[in-house]
C-alpha cells in the first residue's frame, strides 16, 4: 500500500472580475431580501478582501443562484439550436455516406433515400425556431415557459 498523498492543490486566487460578480450575487440577495443590510455590508468587506475563489464562494454559498435574465435564456436557447443543427448536419454526412456506398456498390445512382429523414429533422428544427412561445412566467417566478 502507496502512503504518498499528493499535495492540496494551491488555492486560486480571485480577480476584480470574481469579486464583481460576488458583490452582484450579493446586492441582488440583498434586494431581494435574502439578505438584511448589515449582513450584506459584512459580505461586502469579506468579498472586497477576499484572495481566492474560495473565499468568494463561501461568501455566496448559502444564495441560490438567481434564474437566468430573458436575454441570457435567448442566448443559450440560440446556442442549443444551433447545436441541433450540427447534430443535423452529421447525420447527414452519415446518411449520405450510407447511399454514396450503396449506389458505388450498385453501380448506379439510386433514389436519394436520406432526404426523407433530413427533411423531416430539418422542420422539426424550423418549427422550433418559428413557434410562437407563451411569455407568460411560470409559478416559479423563473423563466417564461414555451407552450408547444
Known sequence: MDDRREPPLPAVRASDRDRDHTLGVLAAAL????????????????????????DLAALTADIPTPPPTRAEQDREDLRDWLAEWRYWLGGAVIMSGIWAARCAQKGELTYYWPVTPLGVWAAVLIAIAVWPHDTDEDEDGGRPTAHR
Do not use: Q, V, W, Y
Open 31 to 54: 434586494t431581494e431580501g435574502r439578505l438584511d443590510p448589515h449582513e450584506h455590508e459584512i459580505r461586502t468587506e469579506h468579498a472586497l478582501r477576499a484572495r481566492t475563489a474560495d
